[in-house]
C-alpha cells in the first residue's frame, strides 16, 4: 500500500512551462499546493557550452524518466508502431529549461479556424476528415493572460499593435494587445540584417520574434549573452526565462508551494463519485499516495493523456474523463519540418547567435492572405535563425557540390561553408483529423511494465499543400537576400513524436467531443483540471509554449477565484 | 533534423579556391597548432600557464580503453580517409578522432562498441581477402572505394548494415574532431580552426559577431571556464 500523506488543496503533476505557470497565482491566492516533479533541479552551472554533452548525448534528458516512456509512432492503423526517442525532459521548469524560448501568442484567426472559414470561404474548405472546431472562446478572451505572463515570466519582443496602433516593427497581424511587450527584441544580427531587408524587398514586413529570454537586467537576472549554447543547453545566466527562474521561486516565496522531486506520479485516483481524491506517486523505492482537492495535471501531452488511460477505475473504465472515449483523440504535432535550406558566397556570421534571434514572416501564416483560389486553409510562419554550432554545422547539406559527404573534396567544402548555409524554420497551421490519435501502445512498456502511448497520426493534404506553398516563398526569400543555392527538404508523411504535440485533452463546450469544458477542468471530472498543450484544438503557425502557458494561468486563476465551487 | 547529403552527382569543384580571411592563418600552419594555442589562450577569459618547453607537445599518456591495438589501427585510418591530413591542414588524425572514439565506446556510446568491433573486422577481413593486404597498407584509392562500397552498402557483414556502419564511423569521427577537446578529440582545437570556428565563449559582443571568422580563435575548452568544472576550487565562487 502506498504511504498516504498529509492533503494538500491543490496538487500540480508536473512543474514544468505550464505546471509552473499554473502554480503561482494558486500560491499567491493562499491555496496549499504541492507540485510534484519526476526531474530535479537543474542550475545554470549545469548548462556549460558543450555541443557534444547537450546536443548530440541530449544531457539531461537522457537520463529522464520521459526518456523510458517514449512514445511509439505509427502513420496510420494499419502500420506497425515503433519507438523512438522523447523530445522532451524532466526538471522542475521541463523542457523551458532548455527550449527554444520562442514565445508566441496565436493569431485571433487561430480560436476561430472552422467559423471563419466556413464565413469565408465556405464550408466546403474545411478539410474532409477534420475534427477542427472553434475554440470555446476567441482570442481577446486570452489576451489578459498572454499579457501576465510575458510581464511576469518576461518576454521580450517588438508589438506590432498595441490597443490597434499597428507598427511595422512587429508583427502586423498579431491579435490587439494591451500594452508593448516588457523588454526590447534579441539584437539584431549581418545575418537577420540580411534577410531583413531582403523581406522588405519583397514588400513583406520582417520582424524580430518574440522570446522569453531577457534583453536587459529583468526581475533580478541578466540579459542574453549570445554565445551559441542556447538550443538544448538551456542558459547560463538565466536570462531564458523558464519557470524555474521566475514562476516556480516566485510560487515558493509565497511559502504555499511545496516542489517535490524525482516524483514520478503513476495514477490519479477517483472515488466512486466520480471526483479525484489525490494521486499516486514513486520516488526511489518509495510508494505514496497525495491527497488533494484539486488535482492539476500538467505534464506534457503524451504524459497528460498516458496519465489519464492509465486511471482506469469503477468509475471510468476505459480510463479517467474518458466514458466519452475523447481522451487521446485530436491529437495533432506541429509540422514545423520540411525545412528550406540555403547556401550564400559569404559568411553569415552566425557562430553566436540562437534559434530564438531570427527574422519572421507572417504575410503567409493563418489567414493572413486570400486562400480564394488556393486548395487548402491556413499557412505558415516564415522563421530564420542565427543559432550555429560547430558539429552540426559540418554535417551541413553541401548541395551538390561534392561528390561525397566525406574527404578531401568534402573538407575544403566544409572549411569553406561552415558558415555560409542556412535552413529555415517554418510553423504550419496543423488540423486535427479523425484518424490522428493516441491511445496505449498493446506491446511496449515503461520500466514499471504499464503501456507506453501510441501515436497514429499523419500529416493529411491540407498541411502538404501548405508545405508546398511556404518553400515556394521561403525559397523566394532566400533567393532574394542573394542565396546562391536552394534545396528543400520533403514535405513530411508521419507526425513523429514532437515537441509542439496538442490535443488529446481538447478543451470545448461540448462534452461529446472535447475533455475539459472552457476553464480547463474535466466535463466528466469537475475537480480535475489539465493544462498544457494537450487541451489545444489548433495549433496556429507559431511556438504552443506561451499559449499553452497563458491557458494554465487563466485555469489557476478561475479555480482560486472558483475555489469553493470546484473543490467542495 | 539530418541534413547530410550523401552522394551527390559529380561536380567540378575547387578546392584551392578558399575566403581571403585573416581568420584562418592559423589553418596551415599545421604543425605549428601549438603556438597557435598560445597565441588565443593570451586573450582568454583563463590564462594557460606556459609550457616550460613550448615547442615541445606535452608527452601523451593514453591507454586504449576498449578498442584494441589492431583495431584502432584500422580506425585511424578510416578516420583520415574520412577527414583527411591534407595540404589544406590537419584533419581526424591530428584531432585524434579515434582515441576519441575509443573513449566514446568504452563509455556514452558503448552501444555502438559491437558494430564497430564487427565492423572493422569485416573491413580488415575484406582488405585481406581483396587486395591481399592490410587496411592500413594499401594505397589510399583503394581504401577510398572499400569505403565507398560501405557507404553505397555494397558489401556483406557489417551491423546494423553496411551503410549503417558507415554512418557510425561517420558520426563518430566528425564527434571527434569537432567536439569540445574535453572528450579526447579536436586536440589542439583543429576541428575548430578548420572550419574558423572562433571558439566558446561565455558572452558574444555585437563586435564579435561583426568579426566573424575574424575574431582571433580563443582555443578554450567549456571545461577552461570555472563554473561547468566539477569543482572551482574556491568553495563555488561561481555559483550564479
Redesign the interface.
Known sequence: MPRRLEGADVVIVGLGAAGGVASLPLARAGLKVIGLEAGGWL???DF??????NN??NWPQAVQKCAGEAPTVRATASDRAVQGGHPMMNAVGGTSMHYWAQSWRLNPWDFEVASATRRRYGAGRIPAGSTVEDWPFGYEELEPFYDLVEHTVGVSGQAGNVLGDIDRRGNIFEGERRRPYPMQPL?A??FTELMGAAARGLDWNPFQGPAAITTEAYDGRPPC????FCSRGGC???SKSSTAFTAIPKAQETGNLEVVPYARVTRVVAGGDGRVTGVEYVKGNEHFYQPAQVVLLAGYTYENVRLLLLSESSAFPNGLANNSGQVGRHYLSHHQ?A?V?ALFD??L?N???LPAQGVAIDEWADDNFDHGALDFIGGANLWVHTDRR??S?????????????????W??????N??RSN?SYIQKTTLPYEDNYLDLDPEVKDPFGQPVIRITARYHENELRIAQFAQDKMEQWYREAGATHVTR?GLGNAMGASTHAYGGTRMGDDRETNVVDRWGFCHEVSNLGIVGASVMGTSGARNPTLTSQALSWRTADYLANNWSQVAE | ???????????E?E?G???E?PGRRN?LKGAGLVGAAAIGGSGALIAQQPSPAQNEPAPVREALEVLTAAEVETLEVICD????S?E??P?AREARAAHFIDRALAG?DADDLEAFRIGLAAVEDYARTVVGKPFSQIIRDRQ?SI??AL?QNKLDGFMPSAAGFFNLL?NHT??G????P??GGNRDFV??D?????G???????R???L??DLPPNHQS??D?L??TKTDGRGGA???
Open positions: 542550475g545554470p552551472r556549460g557550452p558543450d555541443e557534444l554533452r548530440y548525448r539584437r544580427s549581418p549573452q549570445y554565445h551559441g547560463h545566466v538565466r519540418g525545412p535550406t559569404r559568411d556570421h557562430w553566436y547567435g560547430p558539429m554545422a559540418v554535417r551541413m547539406n553541401t548541395f551538390g557540390q561534392t561528390s561525397r559527404n566525406w574527404g578531401s573534396q573538407k575544403a567544402f566544409i572549411m569553406k561552415a558558415d535552413s527538404s | 533534423m539530418a541534413q547530410d547529403d550523401p552522394t551527390m552527382p559529380d561536380r569543384f578546392p579556391a578558399q575566403p580571411n589553418l580517409c574520412l577527414i583527411p591534407d589544406l591542414g584533419g556514452p577510398e569505403l565507398l557507404q561517420r566528425i564527434n574532431t569537432f567536439c569540445d574535453y572528450y576541428g575548430w578548420m572550419i574558423r570556428y572562433p566558446v565563449r561565455i558572452g558574444a559582443s555585437e564579435d559577431v561583426e566573424g571568422a567549456a571545461y571556464y563554473p561547468y561561481n555559483r550564479a
